[in-house]
């Protein structure tokens, strides 16, 4: 198994990074595209064996460090009785119960678990399972009363991806970083704090938009790594941040889309920046865009490879 990820998550890599790209599986590969005119969204998120071919498209196509279930953060409020839809049309629908009821998890999100069981034994490199922030999930249900059962049920919802072979974790608070230091403190960072210390010592990696501006207080809830943006240079981060903790990131998004000279020019940038450090992963500082050539994902994957 290539085990780079899983050695920098532990600080304890050799050798050039191990890279992979939020938001690989699925928008910008022409393959998913393809998978899409036959089959609708939600039927890709629930039916394991096309889940699994997702999760498996960018390994084939990037050849990356690391395979992300293909799935979505917001499956999690079915547990709550919430529908969660993904119409063809785009965007997203949110139905709220009439009254809510705590459902199996290990039921409701069958199709994820199972997902798992089929695609790890197909791969050769670390899965990683993920979950919204409780914050986060709580602004798509606008229900802020439920950040508590939220946090619990996301414990139990990564519990049962362990077990169903997930290698690592990343949490995506992507909202949290628009918060108030204040409102940051009190309405994202405890249940955080919950979550990864639920799993201690499993691997959890965290995500918000705007982490470099709260990657101290991210940093004291000692995560494995924290996945940063590209707001500030990763050597000026690596300063702040206890070197027991990875960096992950923090190619901008757009960067990726092109032209290819400056791609590659702030590529080799955040990589000398970084040389000879251990723990540290290369990533976007945020999902891959839709519209990104396939090819510039392919010429960063190369130069990252032969570095
Ligand atoms: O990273 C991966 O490739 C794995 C799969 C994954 C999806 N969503 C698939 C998806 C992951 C990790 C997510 C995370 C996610 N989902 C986040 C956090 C990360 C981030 O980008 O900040 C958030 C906020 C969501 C919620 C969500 N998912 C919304 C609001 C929508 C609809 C509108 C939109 O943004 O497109 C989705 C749809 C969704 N999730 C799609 C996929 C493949 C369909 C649209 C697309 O192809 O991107």
């Not at 529908?83 to 009821?101: A, L, Q, R």
């Amino acid at each position: 198994m290539n085990d780079r990820l899983l050695k920098a998550l532990r600080c304890e890599n050799e050798g050039r990074p191990p890279i992979w790209m939020m938001r690989q599986a699925g928008r910008f590969l022409p393959q998913y595209q393809e998978m899409r005119k036959t089959h609708s969204l939600m039927k890709l998120f629930r039916t394991p064996a096309l889940a699994m071919e997702v999760t498996l498209l960018p390994i084939d196509i990037l050849d990356v460090d690391a395979a992300i279930l293909f799935s979505d953060i917001l499956f999690i409020g079915e547990a709550l009785g919430w529908k969660i839809n993904f119409p063809d049309s785009g965007g997203i629908e949110i139905t709220p119960p009439e009254k809510i009821v705590v459902h199996d998890v290990k039921e409701t999100l069958g199709f994820v678990f199972e997902t798992i069981e089929l695609v790890k034994p197909k791969l050769s490199v670390p899965l990683i399972g993920f979950c919204g922030g409780p914050y986060t999930v709580a602004r798509y249900l606008q229900r802020f009363d439920l950040l508590q059962p939220l946090t619990d049920l996301t414990i139990e919802y990564l519990r049962l991806q362990i077990q169903a072979g997930v290698d690592a974790i990343q949490i995506f608070d992507s909202w949290a970083g628009e918060l108030s230091s204040e409102d940051f403190q009190k309405l994202s960072l405890p249940y955080l704090r919950q979550i990864v210390d639920a799993l201690r010592p499993f691997p959890t990696i965290l995500f918000c938009r705007g982490s470099c501006r709260y990657a101290q207080e991210l940093a004291s809830l000692q995560p494995h790594a924290i996945s940063l943006d590209w707001e500030k240079d990763l050597s000026l981060m690596r300063q702040k941040i206890p070197s027991s903790i990875a960096l992950q990131g923090n190619l901008d998004p757009d960067i990726l889309r092109g032209p290819l000279p400056q791609l590659l020019t702030k590529t080799d940038h955040i990589l000398t920046s970084m040389q000879g450090q251990k723990g540290f992963i290369f990533n976007l500082g945020h999902g891959v865009l839709p519209d990104t050539p396939i090819e510039n994902a392919l010429a960063l994957i190369g130069r990252i490879k032969n570095s």
